[in-house]
């Protein structure tokens, strides 16, 4: 099974490059699954229906998110409803939404962190109940972990390692490195990228976030303009051990 995870989506520039860029992917790739973390899709934060409906017409099969799911509240009716979306895990079990799904054989999970990140509950014991509950064998454990510290994840990849099929870091919107498989079996990295403006800071506009940086004065944050980079992973799993058979970066550009 060959799946893509594709890094937080920022705005009107990641929406367009996922666009452009995943119908190909679909066909050059053999892809069987694309998951893609859609929390900053809508201006650069949160998810509306209609950038949910765009990002699922152009080839994504589940969308992931993270802390800024609530900041577009047209979204949180539909939390519930058959969109593919998931909100973390690990918050509070009253909130609207779920925080794992099923797509086809395939166990999709969405965890957020804690450190830098504001409270919610553990995601490590999170995880423990779910598969503890689970009635039946998935083809593949995918776990998108939202969360700000690398120890964090790295902490989490190595406590889930050979339990699920691969643990992915989001949320930084910087890719990194370190992709890989990890002793028992667990593909692993510590954060994929974004999809969003290159000429930007993490996707925003680069004279916003100087200013604010400078003045400390708090100001809404605009989505930058131009190319896009399109960071994402291609997991291959062996259906049969639900374990890891490569990961590697696929990187793109986007006009």
Not at 31 to 40: S, T
Not at 193 to 208: F, L, N, Q, R
Request: charged share 20%; aromatic share 6%.
């Amino acid at each position: 099974m060959r799946i893509l995870a594709i890094g937080d989506i920022v705005g009107r520039p990641g929406r367009r490059a996922v666009g452009s860029l995943v119908p190909g992917l679909r066909r050059d790739l053999a892809l069987d699954m694309v998951i893609a973390n859609g929390e900053n899709a809508a201006g650069g934060k949160g998810l509306t229906p209609e950038t949910a409906d765009e990002l699922l017409q152009s080839g994504v099969d589940v969308l992931t998110s993270g802390n800024h799911i609530w900041a577009q509240r047209d979204i949180i009716p539909y939390l519930d409803g058959a969109l593919p979306i998931l909100r973390p895990l690990n918050y509070p079990p009253s909130v609207p939404g779920r925080g794992y799904l099923w797509w086809r054989r395939v166990l999709v999970v969405n965890l957020i962190g804690r450190t830098f990140m504001g409270h919610a509950d553990c995601p490590f014991r999170a995880m423990d109940q779910l598969l503890a509950c689970l009635e039946e064998k998935p083809a593949a454990i995918i776990v998108d972990f939202h969360a700000e510290a690398t120890s964090e994840k790295n902490a989490l990849g190595r406590y889930l390692d050979g339990r699920v099929s691969a643990v992915l870091g989001t949320h930084t919107h910087v890719g990194t490195a370190d992709a890989r498989i990890l002793p028992r079996g667990t593909a692993f990295i510590t954060d994929i990228g974004m999809v969003g403006p290159t000429d930007s800071v993490i996707g925003d506009s680069t004279e916003e976030v100087i200013r604010r940086f400078l003045t400390q004065l708090p100001h809404r944050l605009s989505v930058g303009k131009g190319p896009a980079i399109f960071n994402s992973v291609l997991l291959e799993i062996d259906e049969s051990t639900a374990r890891a058979v490569s990961v590697v970066r696929v990187d793109r550009q986007a006009e």
